[in-house]
């Protein structure tokens, strides 16, 4: 499609608001690298940045599509994915991405979070997750890891925290991968990665809140971001190196390739023992875990593409008008 | 009027419904107009009562008579109230001298055992209704000599078609139709079918005054067609190519359409994980450039509320369907009840245009469409039609539709082109929510060359769709896409107006929409025939709500009956609120059994009110 959009595109084409997150906010490291993203997409890989379409749901991560310039739907709670998915069905040829936090996602919009895996719908959701909920001032959230205290658990959170990896896995995304907010190269990749992954593909990205994500010992901004650093992320990479003793049998062992492949058959296996190994430690997994394009798309599965779009249909009595008579004719 | 009308009582399983239905296409094919209602439904797949019945006229008819001529009766749930809940039995509604045709053999298959029919137990009733009955084996019959008990109802049909006076080939035409003629299930029907004559013609059973005598057409292009085969029909007609639904009753056969015809013209149907995500997908495909709606009941609007808020204040042209049923919550799923009017009209939180219409039958839920999406992308906001389940799941025989008569408007949605002369060519940057003079801002379909600032927002936004909470663009922004709106909306021509039936000058009125149409229509005339005059509004705007029109009526008249199937009087409220105030010429008649109205309850229920 022909574009009025000059490329290459600048980041100041694409910024929108001034960011209104807390100073120090995870938020903006990964504002920064979507932004390098859409950057990346119109200017190396030829994408119209009219047919980028951003959506985010409410708390403090969805206000990206704000931090942007670009065709967007700002939604309720917990429900920016069924929209998206609407958008994406209407229209496959549109880049659809989603921002959400784990509030948003992983409590109010989880039917619709397994639903949109399930379908294999072709969209990126981005998660800014930092275990509370932070616009409404630090409760906590789904991810909240168990004896974190805030204001709704003050004598620290009983039970298990969600875990979206693992769910994304269990459920069949096309992609799964957890970045963090502070290596924004990573990031950039990640993201990069999942958009151009044919199917559901989930960028986790741990995002701290330095206002009411409070450790022992580790308040404000830098130190929360060394608690994560030090005692809470594990890089598949590592995982991979340092549990295989634990995870595999010694028959097992002898067949896994040196490294971690997100591309193998047996990725979802492999990710999923990493992620229940890592957890009995107190550890999150990050990295890329799994690249799987050999589902169809809900797209696909509904006949439904970017040549063939709903939304671009002539709806024209004319074009139509013998077809219409036909559909009349057999109700009688 | 020449008229008949026909009961089949069974037990769910039993294929009493497909009798009818045959019984119902073979009265159509000799010329007669049908309606064809499933009169009782329990939410309940096999075992419990189930009745269908066809009711055939010499002319278009929307709803049933109070009593019918014949009934089929598998068991005895026909004659009696088995499970001692208070169930009425079908035959209170037999025609005094009426028919009676039941199956004499005994239950012969596991599903549905016992409740075989012992004349001894019902004659009592038998003889106050002076029925004429008919006994025949057809269970045996069926097994034995036709090799399936599924059949045994198409006995009965043959038995039935004798009687009145239908030709054997008429049936086993629809039968061709219906199962591919010479196949094997065609074969083992058309076997039953001449059993049922045969047994009959042999035995002498004759009910003259019930043969049916309607004209055949040379050419019969009418319609038989659901309230929902109607509106799904009309909407893909409309240029509907996103549907998203979630099974339930009385609208799961809009999805069932959509879900065989939408592909057929390039559309995508979703069956979505919850009706909280199809409203969302909805606006979601909206937002995308495709006309898109969903149909749902009660419960699946309560789960839709805050996605109509979102489309209000999103101005996204959002279509719902709303076939209504009995509630509140699960309620009576399977039955006719109107209790969702308040929430179409003021469901969903905070203030935002919508637009609320009813249809009163097929015909009408098929061109309606047509509004309903132009009248939805025109001023940018929710549009719901309001359908109940009789409307929605009863067969109605219309003269045919014409899908010539629409006229697609998609109000400021612009083109490629548009957007190039009014945007790109001089520099005017485009803004979603941009104050224009009639307050309606232009549209785009997302990947529209040069526009990357489409921005919608469910939050208060600026022009440009970001969010704000500053007084002054608060103000603006309600005013123009709520005050203004509805200004505009109120004065446009296609809205349905009103139309008014009966006498002009009479001085007893009714009012009311969707499935009070039928029963109002023949109360007025018996009324008349009677020697008392007397009018309908039908309504066909539900919001804005026409006050001038109804307080004009009401005004012309010494007494109205809000008539509708709601305990909470929902439309009386609508009527007092915004055009007449607490009236004492307003009465009420309101149906909340979950049982169709008919012209006879209409006048017993008047004698009360």
């Keep these: 499609?022909?574009?009025?959009?000059?490329?290459?595109?600048?980041?100041?084409?694409?910024?929108?608001?001034?960011?209104?997150?807390?100073?120090?906010?995870?938020?903006?490291?990964?504002?920064?690298?979507?932004?390098?993203?859409?950057?990346?997409?119109?200017?190396?890989?030829?994408?119209?940045?009219?047919?980028?379409?951003?959506?985010?749901?409410?708390?403090?991560?969805?206000?990206?599509?704000?931090?942007?310039?670009?065709?967007?739907?700002?939604?309720?709670?917990?429900?920016?994915?069924?929209?998206?998915?609407?958008?994406?069905?209407?229209?496959?040829?549109?880049?659809?991405?989603?921002?959400?936090?784990?509030?948003?996602?992983?409590?109010?919009?989880?039917?619709?979070?397994?639903?949109?895996?399930?379908?294999?719908?072709?969209?990126?959701?981005?998660?800014?997750?930092?275990?509370?909920?932070?616009?409404?001032?630090?409760?906590?959230?789904?991810?909240?890891?168990?004896?974190?205290?805030?204001?709704?658990?003050?004598?620290g959170k009983r039970g298990r925290n969600v875990n979206p990896l693992r769910l994304a896995i269990a459920a069949g995304a096309a992609f799964v991968g957890r970045g963090v907010s502070w290596q924004r190269n990573e990031l950039v990749e990640l993201m990069m990665k999942a958009i151009n992954t044919k199917g559901f593909s989930l960028v986790d990205v741990f995002s701290p809140c330095v206002t009411y994500h409070r450790e022992p010992n580790a308040r404000g901004s830098g130190p929360i971001y060394d608690w994560y650093r030090q005692n809470y992320v594990l890089d598949i990479k590592d995982a991979w190196q340092q549990m295989r003793d634990q995870v595999f049998t010694e028959d097992e062992r002898a067949q896994l390739p040196a490294d971690y492949d997100p591309t193998s058959p047996e990725a979802a296996l492999n990710g999923l023992r990493l992620i229940s190994e890592a957890a009995k430690i107190g550890r999150e997994v990050t990295g890329l875990l799994l690249i799987d394009e050999s589902q169809p798309t809900m797209a696909e599965n509904a006949g439904v593409s970017a040549e063939r779009a709903p939304a671009l249909l002539d709806i024209s009595l004319g074009a139509n008008l013998d077809n219409y008579r036909q559909m009349l004719a057999e109700l009688r | 009027m020449t008229t008949i009308q026909i009961y089949g009582a069974g037990r769910a399983g039993d294929g009493t419904n497909t009798n009818i239905a045959i019984l119902a296409q073979a009265l159509k094919d000799a010329g007669a107009w049908t309606?064809?209602?499933?009169?009782?439904?329990?939410?309940?797949?096999?075992?419990?009562?189930?009745?269908?019945?066809?009711?055939?006229?010499?002319?278009?008819?929307?709803?049933?008579?109070?009593?019918?001529?014949?009934?089929?009766?598998?068991?005895?749930?026909?004659?009696?109230?088995?499970?001692?809940?208070?169930?009425?039995?079908?035959?209170?509604?037999?025609?005094?001298?009426?028919?009676?045709?039941?199956?004499?053999?005994?239950?012969?298959?596991?599903?549905?055992?016992?409740?075989?029919?012992?004349?001894?137990?019902?004659?009592?009733?038998?003889?106050?209704?002076?029925?004429?009955?008919?006994?025949?084996?057809?269970?045996?019959?069926?097994?034995?000599?036709?090799?399936?008990?599924?059949?045994?109802?198409?006995?009965?049909?043959?038995?039935?078609?004798?009687?009145?006076?239908?030709?054997?080939?008429?049936?086993?035409?629809?039968?061709?139709?219906?199962?591919?003629?010479?196949?094997?299930?065609?074969?083992?029907?058309?076997?039953?079918?001449?059993?049922?004559?045969?047994?009959?013609?042999?035995?002498?059973?004759?009910?003259?005054?019930?043969?049916?005598?309607?004209?055949?057409?040379?050419?019969?292009?009418?319609?038989?067609?659901?309230?929902?085969?109607?509106?799904?029909?009309?909407?893909?007609?409309?240029?509907?190519?996103?549907?998203?639904?979630?099974?339930?009753?009385?609208?799961?056969?809009?999805?069932?359409?959509?879900?065989?015809?939408?592909?057929?013209?390039?559309?995508?149907?979703?069956?979505?994980?919850?009706?909280?995500?199809?409203?969302?997908?909805?606006?979601?495909?909206?937002?995308?450039?495709?006309?898109?709606?969903?149909?749902?009941?009660?419960?699946?609007?309560?789960?839709?509320?805050?996605?109509?808020?979102?489309?209000?204040?999103?101005?996204?042209?959002?279509v719902i369907v709303i076939c209504t049923r009995g509630g509140p919550a699960t309620g009576l799923p399977t039955r006719q009840g109107q209790e969702e009017l308040n929430e179409a009209v003021f469901g969903g939180h905070g203030d935002f245009a919508r637009i609320v219409l009813a249809a009163s039958e097929p015909s009408q839920c098929f061109y309606v469409m047509e509004r309903v999406f132009n009248l939805a992308e025109r001023y940018q906001c929710p549009v719901f039609l309001l359908i109940d389940r009789m409307l929605a799941q009863s067969s109605y025989t219309v003269p045919e539709l014409d899908p010539s008569r629409f006229v697609i408007d998609r109000g400021k949605l612009l083109t490629a082109e548009q957007v190039a002369e009014r945007y790109l060519n001089n520099g005017h940057r485009y803004q979603r929510y941009e104050l224009t003079e009639d307050g309606i801002s232009y549209r785009v379909i997302p990947g529209t060359p040069g526009i990357t600032n489409y921005y919608s927002n469910t939050n208060e936004h600026t022009e440009d769709g970001y969010i704000t909470e500053e007084e002054v663009v608060r103000q603006r922004q309600m005013d123009k896409r709520f005050t203004k709106r509805m200004e505009l909306i109120r004065a446009d021509k296609d809205l349905p107006e009103a139309v008014q039936h009966g006498s002009p000058e009479a001085r007893i009125g009714f009012i009311g929409y969707g499935g009070v149409y039928g029963p109002i229509l023949e109360a007025v005339e018996r009324l008349e025939s009677q020697g008392t005059k007397a009018k309908f509004l039908e309504m066909r705007t539900l919001w804005p709500f026409p006050g001038d029109r109804v307080r004009e009526f009401v005004d012309s008249c010494d007494v109205v009956y809000v008539t509708e199937?709601?305990?909470?009087?929902?439309?009386?409220?609508?009527?007092?609120?915004?055009?007449?105030?607490?009236?004492?010429?307003?009465?009420?008649?309101?149906?909340?059994?979950?049982?169709?109205?008919?012209?006879?309850?209409?006048?017993?229920?008047?004698?009360?009110a």
Excluded at chain 2, 38 to 66: C, H, K, M, W
Excluded at chain 2, 84 to 106: A, F, H, N, Q
């Design chain 1, 1 to 155: 499609m022909a574009t009025f959009t000059a490329t290459p595109i600048t980041r100041a084409d694409i910024t929108g608001e001034s960011a209104w997150w807390c100073s120090g906010c995870g938020d903006f490291g990964v504002n920064a690298a979507v932004q390098q993203v859409i950057m990346g997409l119109v200017n190396e890989l030829g994408v119209p940045l009219e047919n980028i379409f951003a959506l985010s749901g409410i708390g403090c991560s969805s206000k990206e599509p704000e931090m942007l310039r670009v065709n967007a739907y700002q939604g309720q709670h917990g429900r920016s994915l069924p929209v998206a998915i609407g958008v994406a069905i209407a229209n496959p040829g549109l880049k659809v991405i989603d921002f959400g936090g784990d509030g948003d996602t992983y409590a109010i919009g989880m039917e619709h979070f397994m639903h949109s895996i399930i379908r294999n719908v072709d969209v990126t959701l981005v998660i800014m997750n930092n275990q509370v909920y932070g616009l409404t001032k630090g409760q906590a959230s789904p991810t909240a890891h168990t004896g974190l205290r805030t204001p709704s658990t003050p004598s």
């Design chain 2, 35 to 318: 309606f064809r209602w499933l009169d009782e439904v329990y939410s309940n797949i096999q075992t419990r009562d189930s009745g269908f019945a066809v009711r055939a006229a010499d002319r278009p008819i929307y709803g049933p008579d109070d009593e019918f001529d014949i009934l089929q009766a598998f068991d005895e749930g026909a004659f009696i109230d088995i499970a001692g809940e208070g169930r009425i039995p079908p035959i209170t509604r037999l025609k005094r001298g009426g028919i009676v045709i039941y199956d004499s053999s005994p239950r012969l298959e596991a599903v549905n055992a016992g409740h075989e029919i012992d004349l001894a137990k019902i004659q009592g009733i038998l003889e106050e209704k002076r029925a004429r009955v008919f006994g025949l084996p057809m269970g045996r019959l069926a097994k034995e000599e036709c090799g399936n008990y599924i059949v045994r109802g198409t006995i009965s049909v043959g038995v039935i078609a004798h009687m009145i006076g239908i030709p054997e080939e008429a049936i086993l035409d629809r039968f061709a139709k219906n199962f591919g003629a010479g196949s094997p299930v065609y074969e083992m029907n058309a076997k039953a079918l001449r059993m049922g004559i045969e047994h009959a013609r042999n035995e002498g059973w004759e009910a003259p005054e019930l043969r049916v005598s309607f004209t055949p057409l040379a050419e019969d292009t009418r319609q038989v067609l659901l309230g929902d085969e109607a509106v799904a029909a009309g909407a893909i007609v409309a240029g509907c190519r996103v549907y998203a639904g979630y099974p339930i009753t009385p609208a799961s056969e809009v999805l069932e359409f959509m879900a065989e015809k939408i592909g057929q013209f390039g559309g995508a149907l979703i069956q979505a994980d919850s009706e909280m995500a199809a409203a969302h997908h909805v606006i979601g495909a909206a937002v995308a450039g495709a006309r898109s709606m969903t149909a749902t009941a009660g419960p699946g609007f309560s789960l839709m509320q805050e996605a109509i808020s979102a489309a209000g204040i999103t101005e996204t042209p959002m």
């Design chain 2, 565 to 608: 199937y709601s305990a909470g009087a929902q439309l009386r409220g609508l009527v007092q609120r915004e055009a007449t105030g607490p009236s004492p010429k307003l009465r009420s008649l309101l149906r909340y059994d979950g049982r169709i109205m008919t012209p006879g309850w209409i006048l017993e229920k008047m004698k009360e």
